[in-house]
């Protein structure tokens, strides 16, 4: 199926950890993204990113870093983890960056004890 | 029943009776406007979107209208079916990059 899958789904681990999370779209898009999603449900862009250029939201924590190894892959690293962090994390990609629909991943719950 | 998505976050309807999930916007410059329903434990699956130079965009059994006046975006299910429980948010393109709103949740009673 043609999708936006992303690995684990759950993620439990200690505060000062550093953990990936990994995404894959086989939808051929240019574009991936990385949102937070807290426990109110509010969703927020984390950073974008195609082939020329990342954009990151200045909100986020530079502890946080996207990696493509290509287009298709877009991995989230969160170095030395914090409590705040919990959070359910979802990628997603589009076609192009702009007026087009994005396609959502089912999230990553990372829980830190 | 209409509900304000920050005001008031859950609409109870009947099954079978239309819904309007509102929403208001932020960026008098925004041009692009999404709708997305979020089921528990999934992502926001896209439903319909809209661009400013409309103002009502059908899709099945679903509308999207635009109020660019008053920067006003709203959401009408039709039939309302216990599988349209779920929560709705709206987004708008800002600076190439999507915001979302806080959600509603919409609760359908058989």
């Known amino acids: 199926d043609t999708a936006v899958s992303q690995t684990p789904k759950y993620l439990v681990t200690q505060m000062g950890n550093d953990k990936s999370i990994k995404c894959e779209q086989n939808?051929?898009?240019?574009?991936m993204y990385w949102y937070k999603q807290d426990s109110k449900k509010f969703l927020k862009i984390m950073f974008s990113?195609?082939?020329?250029?990342?954009?990151i939201n200045e909100t986020v924590p530079n502890r946080f870093s996207p990696k493509s190894p290509d287009k298709a892959h877009l991995n989230l690293h969160i170095n030395s983890l914090e409590l705040g962090d919990s959070a359910v994390y979802f990628c997603?990609?589009?076609?192009?960056?702009?007026?087009?629909?994005?396609?959502f991943g089912d999230g990553t719950r990372l829980s830190i004890l | 029943g209409e509900s304000v998505g920050l005001h008031l976050p859950t609409l109870s309807v009947q099954e079978g009776d239309n819904s309007i999930i509102n929403c208001a916007y932020s960026n008098s410059a925004s041009d692009y406007f999404i709708w997305y329903k979020q089921e528990s434990g999934k992502g926001p699956q896209f439903i319909i979107d809209i661009r400013s130079n409309m103002d009502k965009r059908q899709g099945q059994r679903v509308t999207v209208l635009l109020n660019k006046t008053v920067k006003h975006l709203s959401l009408q299910i039709a039939a309302t079916q216990p599988g349209d429980s779920a929560v709705y948010f709206c987004a708008e393109l800002e600076d190439n990059m999507l915001t979302f709103g806080g959600g509603t949740r919409l609760m359908v009673k058989p």
């Open positions: 997603a990609s589009s076609q192009v960056q702009g007026d087009q629909p994005q396609h």
């Open positions: 990113y195609n082939n020329k250029e990342l954009i």
């Open positions: 939808l051929g898009h240019d574009t």
